[in-house]
């Protein structure tokens, strides 16, 4: 039966430069969505932080809707808030609720706040004084989220160190077990899935308001470990085609080793992308986005694996 390497003829050499532009285009999106947000007066941050980074308190409502939800939409919702005033806390000022950020999900069902750090009481007392405007609450349908600054802090900490030291770990590994150029093409392969994947939910900050959070991180270390694991895939074929085809050009050795593993990279993709398009489907808003990000990674990790690696080998094995 004809692999899907014979019936495409990749011979992904040929046609590297072409690979590397739609490469270098995706990752010039990618840093100016991520420079547009950064330079944002709302955002201020390459990717929009969102309640685990910043800090802050979250409630969730969920609204009683029989046919169909009473009309509601975000700018009402977030001018309902900001005209709400809460008792102050014993030596502090009341809460400044200008900030308030405010989604409306699930066909109005669900509704969504992100505010300041709110005590136990003015949380109740913010829930009693917008019921009036977001309607009948169900039962147990009210969840409320708080977490300090200083935690949030942490936790932003912890995630970029993760990150690191998964990059470091990564780079002595496949420096011990091939060589330097393999494990800098590794690191490069790395880098292009994950400013890819961040880049989109920079976009996705700026024109959907949506913000990263711990499960984000998450899905970037995850990301960073398939990515790697599937490049190390393309880097073990193309060191047994070095040993059968002496005869031939590193270049010819690297296609022969991309169309013996093509037809397991797409195979391996879809099977992994299978539960990640159910858990997005049907997973809630809580994985939702979490979902997404890695639904992206395996992609972009995918591409990189067979068009980026193994098209840079030959050109920075002559140096």
């Not at 060191?239 to 991309?258: G, I, P, T």
């Not at 990189?304 to 080998?313: G, H, Q």
Request: proline content about 5%; overall charge neutral.
């Amino acid at each position: 039966m004809a692999t899907l390497a014979s019936l495409l003829d990749l011979r992904v050499n040929r046609r590297r430069r072409l690979l590397w532009a739609i490469s270098g285009i995706a990752l010039l999106l990618s840093l100016f969505g991520m420079a547009l947000s950064w330079r944002s007066p709302e955002i201020g941050l390459p990717l929009r932080p969102g309640l685990d980074f910043t800090g802050g308190t979250q409630i969730e409502l969920s609204r009683r809707c029989d046919d169909s939800c009473p009309p509601l939409t975000v700018s009402a919702l977030e001018a309902g808030v900001r005209s709400i005033s809460l008792p102050a806390e014993a030596g502090e000022s009341p809460p400044d609720l200008r900030g308030v950020s405010g989604q409306i999900l699930d066909d109005g069902e669900l509704v969504l706040l992100r505010l300041p750090t709110l005590s136990a009481a003015q949380g109740q007392a913010l829930v009693d004084q917008i019921r009036p405007l977001v309607g009948e609450i169900e039962p147990g349908g009210l969840s409320v989220d708080t977490i300090g600054p200083t935690l949030g802090a942490q936790l932003l900490r912890s995630s970029l160190i993760s990150l690191l030291v998964s990059f470091v770990g990564i780079a002595l590994y496949i420096t011990f077990r091939y060589d330097r150029i393999f494990a800098l093409l590794a690191l490069v392969c790395l880098g292009h899935d994950v400013l890819i994947t961040c880049g989109v939910f920079a976009w996705l900050g700026l024109l959907a308001g949506v913000e990263v959070n711990s499960l984000f991180a998450v899905a970037l270390l995850t990301i960073a470990g398939y990515s790697v694991n599937d490049t190390v895939v393309i880097f073990d074929r193309i060191r047994e085609k070095r040993a059968e085809l002496k005869e031939q050009s590193l270049a010819e050795q690297a296609d022969a080793a991309v169309s013996a593993t093509l037809t397991r990279s797409v195979y391996t993709s879809l099977t992994t992308l299978l539960p990640l398009i159910a858990l997005i489907l049907f997973g809630g808003s809580t994985l939702f986005w979490f979902a997404v990000a890695l639904s992206t990674g395996i992609l972009v990790g995918a591409w990189s694996s067979i068009a980026v690696a193994p098209t840079l080998l030959p050109v920075l094995s002559r140096r």
